[in-house]
């Protein structure tokens, strides 16, 4: 009777593994990659946290090089930052989001946005390692940012904080380079004269 038992479960495991290799349980065909087909659950934290990495990256951590400056043109900065720019720089700086709810949340309503620049010249020109030659244009803002925080703490004594008059200060900095065509190197350099 032992044997009996034990050669039918070996003949069923034997079947099951036969018939999960040739992929006939899930309608695929092909190899199959096991487990690691079924989606795996990612936490919103991270997710968010991926989706914010990516947005940084994408719109305001790379440095742009613009074109030569046109003589007789001004040479005005970039746009002024974003009330998006603003507010990411504002939730590094002190964040909010990410609060335990019915423990502690804060929010930030009625948010208004005041952007002053601070500084807006243009370097001499210089050689950049993989740039070339390129002038440095600064740009730097202030930005005021001010809003209704709400505080609301849920244990052990639920209790509200309403601060209407709080505001933060951020300073972003826009430098970008702009291409130097036709430079006049001097001698002993290593520059190339230039074209007359």
């Known amino acids: 009777m032992y044997k009996k ?33 079924y989606p795996v659950p990612v936490s919103p934290y991270w997710q968010k946290q991926f989706e914010d990495e990516f947005h940084n990256q994408e719109y305001y951590a790379r440095m742009p ?8 043109t001004s040479a005005a900065a970039l746009d002024t930052p974003s ?10 700086a002190r964040p909010v989001q990410g609060g335990i709810p019915l423990l502690h949340e804060v929010q930030r309503n009625n948010v208004r946005i005041v952007i002053e620049p601070l500084q807006d010249n243009i370097d001499q020109p ?6 070339g030659p390129a002038q440095l244009h600064h740009a730097h803002y202030k930005a005021t940012v001010y809003f209704t925080e709400i505080t609301r703490v849920g244990w ?8 209407e008059d709080a505001q933060e200060v951020i300073y972003i900095d826009h430098d970008h380079l702009h291409m130097v065509s036709n430079v006049d190197p001097g001698p002993g350099t290593g520059y190339p004269e230039p074209l007359k």
Do not use: W
Request: aromatic content about 6%; some cysteine; glycine content about 10%.
């Open 5 to 37: 038992t034990v050669s039918a479960v070996v003949c069923l495991l034997g079947l099951m593994l036969l018939v999960s290799a040739t992929g006939c349980s899930n309608g695929m065909y092909g190899p199959s990659i096991g487990f690691l087909a």
């Open 65 to 72: 090089i613009l074109g030569p400056i046109q003589p007789g």
């Open 83 to 92: 009330e998006d720019e603003v507010m990411r720089k504002l939730e590094e």
């Open 126 to 131: 210089r050689h950049y390692p993989l740039v």
């Open 156 to 163: 052990p004594i639920p209790y509200t904080v309403v601060n």
